[in-house]
């Protein structure tokens, strides 16, 4: 049997641990992994000081933080400053300057042809921690940060922005939206505004239905869908029946599945009786989402009855009868 160096053990000795009240020794253990400079060590002390809510351990992961950002060779892929972030944050931990500065860290470092920046989820947490300590002017860096060269700290930028919420967010929402290229980063202001600021945002994301790119008309559609507003259903429906393409109407069938109100269900429940064989079923995948909803299933279940169509049932089967 293979030995186990000291770090295995004391990565055991972490894991195991349950819960409070902790013996001295445990607590022990815990500090001097954060101090170990161990990247996986200090990641796994981090996460149990998160799990046991340990707030007197904030200086310790913030010195090693700190230490982390200053030697970023110590700590490949970001790993332990990842789960320091994310301890200091849920620990509600205040050094602000220490999140700034994760919000601006870059580390390149070597990968097969070249070299890539292996800090963008680093940058997206220490941003969502100033967003959720409301510092002020915190739209201030991300603003830098949306403009990110990578694209994960880029959109977790906007998230942050859409978090921020208010007029000042909403309006920095609606700027990106007309200027970002990237349909991915596009996709995440629609989503973003109507998660900010439904009912002012739905005519203006309504315009993207629109958009060349596929991809943004139906994540424009499924923000509306999600946004779960009646006024946002009508929208949708008449999109629906002013569209030609099968395709299209196609795409449509799910945000306004998600809605889930009455009369998006029962605008379903009539293509299923009533529409293309095709676009039944599609509006059978579409309120697959009601699986759970034995209301919703008895009426959908009757609509199918009710149309008698060997290739419906089939859908229906394929849907439902899994579950």
Known sequence: ?????????????????????????DEKRI?????????????????????????AFCGDLARAFAYFLENPARDK?????????????????????????????????PVWGGKEDTAAALRVKCAFALVRRNVPGVLFPLAELVNDPMPEARRGAIRAVAHVGGQ?????????????????????CLNGLMECQPERSLPFVARFLDHEHPAVAESAALA?????????????????????????????????????NDAAL???????REGHAAAAESALEAMGIYRDDPVARKAIG????????????????????PY
């Open 1 to 25: 049997m293979t030995k186990k160096t000291p770090v295995e053990d004391t990565l055991a000795a972490l894991r195991a641990l349950e819960g409070l009240p902790l013996a001295a020794e």
């Open 31 to 55: 500090r001097d992994a954060i101090a170990s400079r161990n990247r996986e060590l200090v990641a796994t002390a981090a996460r149990t000081a998160r799990e046991l809510s340990l707030e």
């Open 77 to 109: 892929g970001c790993i332990a400053k990842c789960a320091l972030v994310d301890a200091l944050d849920a620990l509600q931990c205040d050094d602000d300057d220490l999140y700034a500065a994760g919000l601006r860290h870059v580390q390149m470092e």
């Open 168 to 188: 000042e967010a909403e309006l920095m929402l609606r700027v990106l939206a007309w200027r970002l290229p990237d349909p991915e980063d596009l996709s995440e």
């Open 224 to 260: 509306m869908g999600a946004s779960r507003q009646a006024e946002a259903f009508e929208v949708l429906r008449r999109r629906w029946e002013q569209t030609v393409s099968p395709g299209l109407r196609d795409m449509l069938l799910l945000p306004i599945a998600l809605i889930r």
């Open 266 to 272: 029962e605008f379903l429940l009539a293509v299923v």
């Open 302 to 321: 009757a609509a199918v009855r009710e149309r008698d169509e060997h290739r419906v049932r089939e859908a229906y089967d394929r849907v439902f009868e």
